[in-house]
């Protein structure tokens, strides 16, 4: 078999053992002890030709239900939204995707000023000052988030309320294990963080309150009156927001947030069975010096032309090694890409008019679907492009029921919140079309 | 000659767009009938106004101002910047891998967690360990969560008196700050004269606190630790666990497994070995294998097949919990997935026969004209050191920007920490004889100039579109993004 990837000849290699005085290959590996030497072959598959792997990973895929075959409601902290060919394009140029962090700058200017491109833009959605060059994903950047809280406050409660995303709350409760941290959750009461509880469990040992907006279970959260609750014991307000929702939404920066993260993934990143996403972090400009990650700033070269460098990095690992708040060295570099492309595209006036589609698609999704009797909505708050609806059933039941009739059903709330029997979160994104909705409903109608 | 490139929201006009939405088919709402007053925004994010073709145009300047690995050999130590196959790229878009939702159920995702499970196989079988968890999202969250399995074995034996994590002086920065988030202190323990640990040392620092001893085999110097079954004893006889840091996996595919070596984690970093691409920093992805001992700890779920076909469990009573949102980077796992099978088992060895050959053939050409700490023999990596150069006035930060006027991405420079002006040298499998030689070429050269005309080094790089940046100014005073006026 041929392996189109291995370039070295019989002839060059008999050259290459010829300049180094050896006979074989072997011989370089005689360094590792005898009973070391793996003897075998790989318990691996065969290798594949190009055409038998193209039809094997075909089929493999093709056992997967995807968006385009099936109406998805799902959403639950990744969503299928509008992504503009051009976005796919500029990632598939390959000087930007076989690269590495930029490193060599002289030879990376594309990259670092892609990526300040968009730390400015997330600064400008979010209404901060400072953003850094991205992370894993929206979920573990918020346990960051609550790490760099406790640096700065030299305190180690956290609160977090109930109504963030389940994932991000575990995955907080691992990272939270390695550094230490005491996490609170804060009940919720009406499907938003309980105001009362929080302002009980704040005090001065409270490193940061930690909330999402719009939440978990899709419904816009009072950030003005959890700010000043965050504030008054010295702690720091995190708030992890849905970017999209931002082109309607006053962003968490003008409500006096310190942290503000999320992720990017609605913005041109497709869902992709829940990643690679793209976390992103934004802070205020007092708190630029403890951000993780790389961040890219603007200087000069020799010649007074302006360029982009790698700074900021004594905070970083490769600098501080065991004194660094973060371990994080891989970023999201090529989905940060991704979705500057995208709100380029989407510009000024898009975010806006795309905010606004899926504000009008979800609202009339959600009176349209309490119609059906058997179905309330389960909460009355104001939300943006996900609710959560009462069944008179189990989700799982009218998830496989839909799923026969082309349609992937909404998240089960019970799971996580067993409260809330029978309840299905709902996504309407700007990809749904007033069809479908109705097609769901009528499908509900014959269920509950 | 420099030439500056103008910023996209300096391209911007007003009314100009780049985006195409459909007029909403539901009736409109009233925003501020949905929404209070006090939470909807006023001012709208300044987000650029360009064409389409603005749009393509600006990219494409900017990917011209940016080098690959298809633009041009990458040597990066420790980074393995090997030939990304584009065969990768294509499946990983498939609608059936890129149109899924995470918690789509079970068996509407049969075909992606059938990849999933048979990739956790592979790599079990690939670093000789029993266990597999995918959910990690790069080398580092590998190494957190590799620790936070070792935190939790030891604590449910009741042994909480181990505090200290090990790891060599020439480890990569990234296990000393992982020991540090995982709620450990780290502990250096030297290398020899040989450039491998020091096991008389290790005897010393090793103890009742240790919790683990993490290493990288072959080391960061591109050694072998030869002494890996007499290191792994020591740590084990102390009570504590092996971390395997697989960043340099790349030398060893079919040839020795961690596993053998007396691992009991290994984290691998898939954009590394698996050719799944850097893009520019990320993403990456760095799964996780452990011992049976270890298994109770795993990040929940874990692919497993069952009579009804394949799913997600959650039968891990010990487990330190989740590490990363949703099922880690699929859209990676699918490239990986995807080289492996084009490789086999024949292929994934040849790629380490011929990194290491690489490696020894370029340390051997060069010998002459730098120094060679340890000239014997090395594996998929080597390091030069540019003392010799420094005596005439040229540092190896200055030889790196010299090797960017041949269109080649420098060495990892400055590490590992114990070499001076170390220069670390990466070849990869996937670069031809001929590219081996220009870059041999390109570095005698480098050496001659440094002896008769330093001075060219010393200003270079000569042909880049900037030249060098000020980074000092750019950390003292800096300027992290555009404002509007």
């Avoid at chain 1, 009339?364 to 609710?387: C, D, M, T, W």
């Amino acid at each position: 078999m041929n392996f189109r990837y291995l370039p070295m000849t019989e002839s060059d290699r008999r050259e290459m053992l010829q300049v180094l005085g050896r006979d074989s290959v072997d011989q370089l590996f005689e360094d590792i002890p005898e009973n070391l030497r793996f003897k075998g072959r790989l318990n691996i598959p065969e290798g594949m030709s190009e055409p038998v792997l193209t039809r094997h990973m075909k089929r493999l895929a093709g056992k997967n239900a995807s968006f385009d075959q099936y109406t998805s409601f799902l959403g639950a902290g990744a969503y299928e939204h509008y992504i503009p060919s051009v976005v796919n394009h500029v990632i598939s140029r390959s000087e930007f995707y076989t690269a590495y962090t930029p490193y060599q700058p002289e030879i990376s200017q594309g990259e670092l000023q892609a990526i300040f491109e968009f730390q400015s833009m997330i600064c400008e959605l979010t209404g901060m000052e400072v953003a850094n060059s991205s992370m894993y994903d929206g979920v573990t950047a918020l346990a960051e988030a609550a790490g760099v809280a406790s640096a700065v406050s030299r305190k180690k409660k956290i609160l977090v309320s109930r109504t963030v995303h389940p994932e991000a709350r575990f995955i907080l409760n691992t990272q939270a294990k390695g550094l230490g941290l005491d996490v609170q959750e804060i009940p919720c009461r009406d499907g938003v963080t309980d105001i009362d509880a929080l302002k009980a469990a704040s005090d001065a040992d409270t490193a940061a309150v930690i909330v999402q907006s719009p939440n978990f279970l899709g419904n816009v959260e009072d950030l003005k009156q959890i700010e000043p609750i965050a504030h008054t014991h010295k702690g720091l307000l995190i708030v992890s927001a849905n970017p999209i929702s931002l082109g309607v939404l006053k962003p968490p920066g003008e409500y006096g947030a310190d942290i503000v993260v999320g992720d990017a993934q609605p913005m041109g990143i497709p869902v992709q069975f829940g990643g690679p996403h793209c976390g992103f972090f934004a802070v205020t400009k007092k708190l630029m010096r403890k951000v993780p990650g790389r961040i890219v700033g603007q200087t000069q070269d020799e010649n007074g032309v302006r360029g982009f460098v790698l700074t900021l990095q004594a905070r970083e690992q490769h600098i501080r090694r065991e004194k660094a708040t973060s371990n994080i060295c891989s970023n999201q570099a090529l989905n940060a890409l991704a979705t500057s492309v995208w709100m380029i595209a989407l510009g000024k006036k898009g975010i806006q008019e795309l905010a606004k589609l899926n504000l009008n698609k979800a609202h009339y999704a959600k009176e349209r679907l309490s119609r059906i009797s058997g179905v309330q909505p389960l909460f009355n708050h104001p939300f943006f492009n996900e609710f959560a609806l009462q069944l008179n059933r189990p989700v799982s039941q009218v998830n496989r029921k839909l799923f026969d009739r082309g349609i992937i059903g909404g998240y089960g709330l019970e799971q996580d919140y067993p409260e809330w029997k029978h309840s299905m979160l709902i996504a309407v994104t700007d990809m749904r079309t007033k069809e479908e909705i109705d097609e769901l409903a009528r499908v509900l109608e014959g269920l509950v | 000659m420099s030439e500056a490139k103008s910023l996209i929201f300096e391209m911007s006009q007003p009314g100009r767009t780049a985006y195409s939405l459909p007029e909403s088919d539901v009736p409109e709402v009233d925003v501020s009938g949905v929404l209070p007053e006090e939470m909807i925004r006023t001012s709208p994010a300044e987000l650029p106004e360009v064409s389409e073709l603005d749009l393509i145009r600006h990219y494409t300047e900017l990917s011209r101002r940016n080098h690959g690995i298809d633009n041009g050999f990458y040597p990066l130590g420790s980074c393995t910047m090997k030939y990304n196959p584009k065969i990768n790229e294509d499946v990983a878009r498939y609608p059936g891998f890129a149109h899924i939702h995470p918690y789509q159920p079970e068996e509407t995702v049969q075909g992606a967690l059938q990849l999933m499970y048979e990739l956790q196989k592979d790599l079990a079988a690939i670093t000789g360990m029993d266990r597999v968890t995918l959910q990690p999202a790069a080398g580092a969250q590998g190494e957190w969560t590799g620790l936070m399995m070792i935190k939790a074995y030891h604590e449910s034996r009741g042994d909480t008196k181990r505090y200290k994590v090990i790891v060599p002086d020439s480890a990569h920065g990234t296990n000393p700050a992982s020991a540090t988030v995982a709620g450990f202190e780290a502990v250096t323990v030297q290398s020899n004269e040989k450039g491998l640990v020091s096991v008389e040392d290790l005897k010393q620092v090793v103890g009742e606190d240790t919790a683990a001893l993490m290493l990288t085999n072959p080391n960061t110097l591109g050694l072998f630790e030869q002494e890996i079954k007499e290191i792994a004893d020591i740590v084990h006889q102390a009570g504590g666990l092996l971390y395997y840091d697989g960043a340099n996996a790349n030398a060893i595919l079919g040839k020795s497994r961690p596993g053998d070596m007396g691992f009991d984690v290994v984290h691998l970093n898939l954009h590394k070995t698996f050719t799944t691409p850097h893009g520019g920093g990320g993403p990456g992805s760095g799964p996780v294998g452990v011992k049976d001992v270890l298994v109770p700890f795993l990040p929940a779920p874990v692919v497993e097949k069952g009579d009804q076909g394949y799913f997600f469990s959650y039968d891990f009573p010990k487990s330190i919990g989740r590490v990363k949102g949703f099922h880690g980077n699929f859209g990676m796992l699918v490239r990986a997935y995807t080289y492996i099978r084009t490789m086999g088992p024949d292929g994934l060895r040849r790629v380490s026969e011929d990194a290491v050959l690489n490696a020894n053939y370029l340390m051997k050409r060069l010998e002459p004209y730098f120094d060679v700490p340890y000239p014997e023999v090395c594996k998929h990596e080597f390091v030069l050191s540019g003392n010799r150069q420094k005596k005439e006035g040229v540092r190896t930060l200055d030889m790196a920007k010299r090797l960017l006027d041949f269109g080649i991405h420098p060495p990892t420079v400055y590490f590992p920490l114990i070499i001076e002006e170390c220069m670390m040298i990466e070849p990869t499998e996937t670069e031809s004889k001929e590219t081996l030689d220009r870059f041999i070429e390109a570095m005698i050269q480098i050496a001659k100039e440094a002896k008769e005309s330093p001075e060219i080094i010393q200003e270079a790089p000569h042909n880049t579109q900037v030249s060098r940046l000020d980074e000092v100014t750019a950390a003292r005073k800096p300027i992290v993004r555009w404002h509007k006026n």
